[in-house]
């Protein structure tokens, strides 16, 4: 019903056809992803695949949700690169609707459309719409209304509610619209800024700020301005510094105004209005008439995405920066020449090993990247030829791989471990719960690691098995044997790359998928063996 028009003749039989024909080919591709992008990131250009199909893309994204929605515990890398896949498609289409939307002409509506732009991009999984954000606004435009005819029953903003260019001129009518808003916002639905979890990007993305009824100052600032428009309140966005504000004109209109003209708005601080005296206390600093104006679409936009390009710089635990990635992204697409950012893209391309499968590929992308940045700024030559360096050596590297390194358990220099892949773990000391993914005999990190690990003071140090394991807080992490014990109530790793390395969990265990086993064959035999006795001695003390 959202991709056909119903009075529209329709061939069902050739769309179920076509339907049929994209699902196959959707399976198709998810099942090769596993052996072709195991041992790397999947890079830039390994969607070419999906962008050459032929069909409608609707029935290709829907057999990528119906594997997205098989049984929970099974099909776990099916799953994990469904996703991966449906991700690129949606961010690549939205992508493409955010820089067509910034060709056009500032209005105010136009601010929240934006801002709905960067919330879908950076999560493109979810369904949210422009449509859905606005019914919900119009449903708090509904509130106000009722508390507004408490104030004024033939107030005017209650004749055009729905509306979106008509405004009050009388300060005092906008007054009242103000009030009815802070009292609706704040008192009664208990909206407020978010001063426990400040840097959180949650508190940028529109739909959460709706869910969750919190945000920063950007945040709160355009839900306020959106929702007073739509009474009749011309409100403005004051891109002002450290603390993002809305200005109320009292003057009258046409007048030649200043900056003492202005009431200034802090939706973050329940809709506190301030002089200018005010505004620069609420900062602690003086600033200049210019940080008191009106700003347009693409600016509030830039301090959006830099606010999601700040939090994305401090990530810890997500290792694949994702945040950072879908940030540069965004900012990228408004100002396609800053060479600062261009210069971050090519390093983290470069952290994440996000290499193009063919050597060629990764010249003309990762490269590319680097010769552009040496044509806008020739002064960066000295960080453009090291990246170049750098990634010219890996791809000598690449060449010189020499397959899949397999690990036997029967070996005898592997006779000390005593884990398996697949098993749910606990760590002794820190008290999280993981699963192994892969291990080695002895500690195969450098001496600084070991050092600021200080795995020295452990009784075995470095001469002990070590375990790669996904932690449930999403991080990977590299723990000595005597570090860990069974988990004797094993529970699910609701990590995003469990399906990475595993098909399906068991209630017990995970089993690995083809391409994790091939590097460890002897270790799915000794996982049975494993739980068995643990659950047969649990059996046994229980008695």
């Known amino acids: 019903m959202k991709h056909y028009s119903p009075t529209d003749y329709v061939n069902w039989l050739e769309e179920y056809k076509v339907r049929q024909k994209a699902g196959l080919e959707a399976r198709k591709i998810v099942a090769s992803f596993s052996k072709r992008f195991f041992s790397e990131h999947v890079p830039c250009n390994g969607f070419s695949d999906i962008e050459n199909l032929e069909?409608?893309?609707?029935?290709?994204?829907?057999?990528?949700?119906?594997?997205?929605?098989?049984?929970?515990?099974?099909?776990?890398?099916?799953?994990?690169?469904?996703?991966?896949?449906?991700?690129?498609?949606?961010?690549?289409?939205?992508?493409?609707?955010?820089?067509?939307?910034?060709?056009?002409?500032?209005?105010?509506?136009?601010?929240?459309?934006?801002?709905?732009?960067?919330?879908?991009?950076?999560?493109?999984?979810?369904?949210?719409?422009?449509?859905?954000?606005?019914?919900?606004?119009?449903?708090?435009?509904?509130?106000?209304?009722?508390?507004?005819?408490?104030?004024?029953?033939?107030?005017?903003?209650?004749?055009?509610?729905?509306?979106?260019?008509?405004?009050?001129?009388?300060?005092?009518?906008?007054?009242?619209?103000?009030?009815?808003?802070?009292?609706?916002?704040?008192?009664?639905?208990?909206?407020?800024?978010?001063?426990?979890?400040?840097?959180?990007?949650?508190?940028?993305?529109?739909?959460?700020?709706?869910?969750?009824?919190?945000?920063?100052?950007?945040?709160?600032?355009?839900?306020?301005?959106?929702?007073?428009?739509?009474?009749?309140?011309?409100?403005?966005?004051?891109?002002?510094?450290?603390?993002?504000?809305?200005?109320?004109?009292?003057?009258?209109?046409?007048?030649?105004?200043?900056?003492?003209?202005?009431?200034?708005?802090d939706a973050f601080g329940k809709g506190r209005q301030l002089t200018v005296k005010e505004c620069e206390y609420l900062i602690g600093q003086h600033v200049t008439a210019a940080l008191y104006g009106v700003v347009n679409v693409k600016k509030v936009l830039q301090r959006m995405v830099g606010n999601l390009l700040s939090l994305g710089k401090r990530e810890g635990i997500d290792q694949s920066y994702q945040l950072l990635r879908d940030s540069l992204d965004l900012y990228l697409a408004m100002y396609p020449d800053q060479v600062q950012l261009l210069l971050l893209q090519a390093r983290l391309y470069f952290h994440l090993g996000i290499w193009p499968e063919k050597s060629f590929c990764l010249v003309l992308k990762v490269l590319d990247i680097l010769q552009?940045?040496?044509?806008?700024?020739?002064?960066?030559?000295?960080?453009?030829?090291?990246?170049?360096?750098?990634?010219?050596?890996?791809?000598?590297?690449?060449?010189?791989?020499?397959?899949?390194?397999?690990?036997l358990r029967s070996h005898e220099k592997h006779r000390d471990v005593c884990y398996s892949i697949g098993l749910i773990m606990k760590h002794k000391r820190y008290g999280y719960n993981c699963v192994i993914y892969g291990w080695d005999p002895t500690c195969m990190m450098g001496h600084e690691w070991i050092r600021n690990m200080n795995v020295h003071s452990l009784p075995h140090g470095h001469h002990q098995p070590f375990y790669n394991v996904l932690v449930e807080d999403g991080s990977c992490r590299y723990a000595a044997q005597e570090n860990l014990e069974y988990n004797v109530e094993p529970q699910e790793i609701s990590h995003p790359d469990v399906g990475r390395y595993f098909s399906e969990f068991t209630g017990t265990h995970y089993i690995p998928n083809a391409e994790l086993e091939l590097r460890y064959p002897e270790d799915l035999e000794s996982v049975y063996e494993t739980v068995q006795n643990i659950y047969s001695a649990k059996k046994e003390n229980a008695e």
């Open 55 to 265: 069909g409608p893309e609707i029935f290709f994204e829907d057999e990528l949700v119906c594997i997205l929605n098989m049984e929970g515990r099974k099909a776990l890398t099916w799953k994990y690169y469904a996703k991966k896949i449906l991700y690129y498609l949606r961010q690549q289409k939205i992508l493409n609707n955010l820089k067509a939307f910034l060709q056009h002409s500032d209005d105010f509506e136009s601010y929240l459309e934006g801002a709905v732009y960067i919330d879908q991009y950076c999560n493109p999984l979810s369904e949210i719409s422009l449509k859905d954000i606005h019914a919900q606004i119009d449903s708090i435009v509904e509130l106000v209304c009722k508390t507004l005819r408490g104030i004024n029953s033939r107030h005017p903003s209650l004749a055009f509610k729905a509306g979106g260019s008509s405004m009050i001129m009388e300060i005092e009518l906008q007054s009242q619209v103000l009030d009815a808003m802070n009292y609706v916002l704040y008192d009664q639905l208990k909206f407020k800024g978010n001063r426990m979890d400040y840097y959180n990007a949650l508190n940028l993305y529109m739909h959460q700020v709706l869910i969750r009824r919190t945000g920063i100052p950007i945040s709160m600032s355009l839900l306020y301005m959106t929702v007073a428009r739509k009474l009749g309140v011309p409100l403005e966005p004051v891109n002002f510094p450290s603390h993002f504000l809305l200005r109320w004109c009292q003057g009258a209109e046409g007048a030649n105004l200043d900056i003492f003209d202005y009431i200034y708005i």
């Open 372 to 407: 552009h940045i040496q044509t806008l700024d020739p002064g960066q030559h000295g960080a453009v030829g090291y990246l170049v360096q750098h990634t010219l050596e890996h791809i000598e590297r690449k060449k010189e791989d020499v397959g899949v390194e397999v690990k």
